[in-house]
């Protein structure tokens, strides 16, 4: 069984930056897509970030683009999300996703078989 833990989240000031931490646990990625995806309150879960475990490709959603970086560390077996130049707009709850697979395509929920429990980030005006 796969368990995700994510870990980083907190209060931060717009303009501040935030490292977001998922451990991947239960088996070793070797193939496979990690995503991050958020949910503000009364709003869906969307897309905000993937990379693949082998080659490294990483998809960002336009929103993130420039601010936000993702990476892995696989004899960790964690990918992390370095948050920068974060705005009031990124508050939400931010969940880490594993797809072993790389069938459906990496912004997609449904890509994805396991899930975090999520973290919280706020950002303050």
């Known amino acids: 069984q796969v368990q995700l833990v994510e870990s980083g989240g907190g209060l931060v000031q717009a303009g501040g930056s935030l490292r977001l931490s998922c451990a991947a646990s239960g088996r070793t990625f070797s193939r496979g897509t990690m995503g991050w995806f958020r949910q503000a309150p009364g709003k869906e879960r969307e897309f905000v970030s993937a990379?693949?475990?082998?080659?490294?490709?990483?998809f960002y959603t336009d929103s993130v683009k420039g601010r936000f970086t993702i990476s892995r560390d696989n004899a960790k077996n964690t990918v992390y999300l370095q948050m920068n130049s974060l705005k009031p707009e990124d508050t939400a709850v931010y969940y880490c996703a594993a797809d072993p697979l790389e069938i459906i395509a990496p912004r997609a929920r449904s890509a994805y078989d396991y899930w975090g429990q999520g973290t919280q980030v706020t950002v303050s005006s």
């Open positions: 990379i693949r475990w082998s080659g490294g490709n990483t």
